[in-house]
């Protein structure tokens, strides 16, 4: 039995990688890429914690994110066809046009 | 027959004020409707005139069948405790002045038929004619002096406007001025004197009647008393042209000629002397002389005005003076007591009709030669037969001819003079042999001898010479309600406080019928051989100051009109110029320092903080709105900054 620490320290490093995705890549599909770590992050340690407290709630919990995250990143990946048809780039750093 | 008629008059003089409204609806119809009904809506004035004078002949019949007193009224307006009212007051008097006023008035409506067709201006004539006549009958059955005075003033509108009727000619609108400013000089102490007898009650009432009882019993300050008499003379002297005022009258022969017959009839001048009659309370118990001031000014007009009307050559001017004397006696006569005030009604009853018939007639035959000078005139008598023979009745009634309406009346007021009062009834006398020489002039000189003028004589229309006929039979008949020998019914009527019995002195009656012969035989002796200078110019120098009208005008012209309007008027310009619009001026430039104060302070303080607050909004706005830079990356970047840091609050890890 892998002891929980370790467990949540690797769900961390799991979501800085997504964090830092998110932040710093400047390609959309690698983003919402970035963003798919992170949600993954937050369902290692949902059934982690269910797992540690014997409680099947943290394993739905992760069951519901992952339906979540797959209609999430078809909305995504949708966004992101409509960007390149109308821009001919996925460059997010170019998609700033709501601003002042 | 007659019992019927009693109860229609009784029933009747319940709504007398049906009278006053009648030439008021009439004049309104013939304003607004008038030119669009045929005959330019002369109807109105004159159905509505036919009404009225058979309302005022059953009124009459009320009093002819002995009824009394009728009184009422309804509240008007009120000012604070004192109240006003309108409504009506018929007694004898007021009947008989109805009946006056509106059988002139009746005969002037239709006369002008004839005389005025063709006027340019013909309906807005009628409409005046009604309204001035309706001002008339408000003023006879006044209760109250407030409403009297409504009458009155209205009266001096309406005269303005019928005097100036043909206000193409300057000497017209002249004179029409005139007439309005003279009588509105006696209006002035009028309507003081009003004042002062509403305020001698403390306010308590303007009822005529309860006035005189307040007089009578001697309740009112005898001082205020006898201003307030005086200032109501003033009032008298204007309207009825008496001396100092008398001026307006004959210049007033500038309107056309049935004007002159109603004002000098039936309404404006009697006005006067139906006031100083209707107020006789306060007059006859005021200091004595107050009595005698009026005897006074009605026996310096009589004699004058009659001495006036001797060199006139203008037809209507010798008639114009004749009505200044004529109402002169009436005035002198209300010096003389109760007496004399009911002679003095007497003589207004029939110098209405007379005066009327004269005015009337002279205007047919103004209307037949086109002038007004008798030297135009002469000869008339054959192409106007029914116009001499009425205007020869008017005047033989002026002049005192038994038995016509003016020897009655006169009589009666040189009964009343020969009772201690010497002096006025020799002028009376006096005045009596001018008149009879100045009307037997005036006829000679129409109607005798040979047409001098250019024009095409003509018998006037029947409209105008069945009004001549009308009033010719109202002039034999009228003189004999007032006759001694008939019981004179006129002073069952008309008296002041206890009807008066008549006294007929045959002594009196001898002596005035032979000033009147004298003056016809004085003057027929003159005129009757024509010749083209006037025989009385050989009088020279006291020609020339008759035909100067004794310089009076002249006097008021150079001594108040002149200094008036160019000094007087200069001067009020000059200080309306200077220090009203001064003042004017500086406040309004004092508004304008305080508003570029405000001016100031609104800009530099309030405006200056409120673009400040805007400014400093707007400024940071400007700085902050560099955040929102539409890189989603970088709101994450500050969101996980923002989140660590709350972690790291609220996780106390610090």
């Known amino acids: 039995m892998i002891r929980l620490p370790f467990v949540l320290f690797f769900s961390a490093l799991l979501f800085s990688a997504g964090v830092y995705g998110v932040l710093a890549r400047r390609n959309a599909v690698m983003v919402l890429m970035a963003i798919e770590l992170m949600l993954n992050a937050v369902n290692v340690n949902l059934v982690a914690f269910g797992s540690d407290r014997h409680d099947v709630g943290g394993q739905m919990f992760a069951l519901f994110v992952i339906a979540v995250a797959a209609a999430e990143v078809g909305i995504g990946l949708a966004i992101v066809i409509l960007l390149y048809r109308n821009r001919e780039s996925i460059n997010v750093d170019e998609v700033n046009l709501l601003k002042w | ?654």
């Open chain 2, 1 to 654: 027959m007659v019992a019927e008629a009693t109860a229609a008059a009784s029933g009747i003089i319940r709504s007398s004020w049906v009278v006053v409204l009648l030439p008021v609806v009439s004049a309104l119809l013939t304003l607004f409707f008038g030119k669009r009904t045929p005959g330019k809506g002369a109807v109105y004035g004159i159905s509505a005139m036919g009404a009225a004078f058979v309302m005022s002949l059953l009124i009459l019949w009320h009093f002819v069948q002995g009824g009394g007193t009728y009184a009422s009224q309804v509240n008007w307006f009120s000012v604070g405790p004192f109240h006003v009212e309108a409504g009506q007051y018929i007694d004898g008097l007021a009947a008989v002045m109805l009946v006056v006023v509106t059988s002139v008035s009746l005969c002037v409506h239709v006369y002008s038929l004839g005389y005025m067709d063709g006027d340019s201006r013909f309906t807005w004539f009628y409409v005046v004619l009604s309204l001035f006549t309706a001002a008339m009958l408000n003023v006879v059955v006044a209760p109250n002096l407030i409403q009297l005075l409504v009458g009155w003033e209205i009266m001096g509108v309406c005269s303005y406007l019928l005097i100036g009727h043909w206000y193409e000619v300057k000497e017209n609108s002249n004179a029409a001025i005139k007439a309005f400013i003279t009588t509105r000089i006696g209006d002035v102490p009028f309507m003081f004197g009003v004042f002062a007898l509403i305020f001698a009650t403390g306010f308590t009432t303007s009822n005529i009647a309860q006035i005189g009882d307040l007089v009578k019993s001697h309740e009112l300050s005898n001082g205020l008393v006898a201003a307030a008499a005086l200032l109501l003379f003033g009032g008298a002297v204007g309207k009825s042209a008496q001396f100092p005022l008398h001026v307006w009258l004959p210049d007033a022969m500038a309107g056309p000629t049935p004007v002159s017959a109603l004002i000098h009839a039936a309404t404006m001048v009697a006005a006067g002397v139906y006031l100083v009659g209707r107020m006789y309370e306060v007059f006859i118990n005021a200091d004595p002389w107050v009595l005698q001031v009026i005897g006074i000014i009605g026996a310096i007009t009589m004699l004058g005005s009659a001495f006036m009307a001797l060199v006139q050559d203008d037809i209507k001017r010798v008639l114009a003076y004749s009505t200044l004397s004529q109402l002169a006696y009436m005035v002198a006569a209300m010096s003389l007591g109760p007496a004399g005030r009911n002679a003095s009604f007497f003589h207004l009853f029939t110098h209405a009709f007379f005066k009327a018939l004269l005015f009337l007639g002279a205007g047919s035959v103004i209307h037949a030669v086109h002038s007004n000078n008798m030297s135009d005139m002469g000869g008339l008598k054959n192409p106007m037969p029914v116009t001499f023979w009425t205007f020869l009745i008017g005047s033989a009634a002026l002049a005192g001819i038994v038995p016509l309406a003016g020897f009655w009346s006169k009589d009666e007021l040189l009964v009343s003079a020969s009772h201690g009062h010497e002096l006025l009834f020799v002028i009376m006398l006096a005045t009596a042999v001018l008149t009879a020489f100045y009307t037997t002039r005036m006829v000679v000189m129409t109607f005798f001898g040979t047409y001098e003028g250019h024009a095409h004589p003509h018998e006037s229309p029947p409209s105008m010479a069945g009004t001549l006929v009308f009033l010719a039979a109202a002039t034999v008949v009228v003189g004999f309600l007032g006759s001694p020998q008939l019981h004179a019914p006129f002073f069952k009527w008309v008296f002041f406080e206890e009807p008066e019995a008549i006294h007929f002195e045959a002594w009196i009656a001898l002596v005035g019928t032979l000033a009147a012969l004298a003056g016809i035989g004085f003057a027929w002796t003159l005129y009757a051989p024509r010749k083209e200078r006037d025989p009385l110019r050989a009088l020279g120098p006291v020609w020339n100051l008759l035909e100067h009208r004794f310089y009076i005008d002249d006097f008021y012209m150079k001594r108040i009109v002149y200094p008036v309007r160019d000094r007087l008027s200069a001067a009020v310009y000059w200080f309306n110029q200077h220090v009203l619009d001064g003042i004017i001026n500086g406040t309004a430039m004092a508004t304008r320092g305080l508003g570029q104060v405000v001016n100031l302070f609104d800009r530099g303080v309030i405006d200056r903080a409120v673009n400040g607050v805007a400014g400093t909004a707007g400024a940071t706005g400007g700085l902050l709105k560099y955040i929102q830079s539409g890189n989603v990356q970088r709101y994450m970047a500050f969101l996980f900054v923002g989140v660590m840091v709350l972690a790291v609050v609220f996780a106390k890890l610090v």
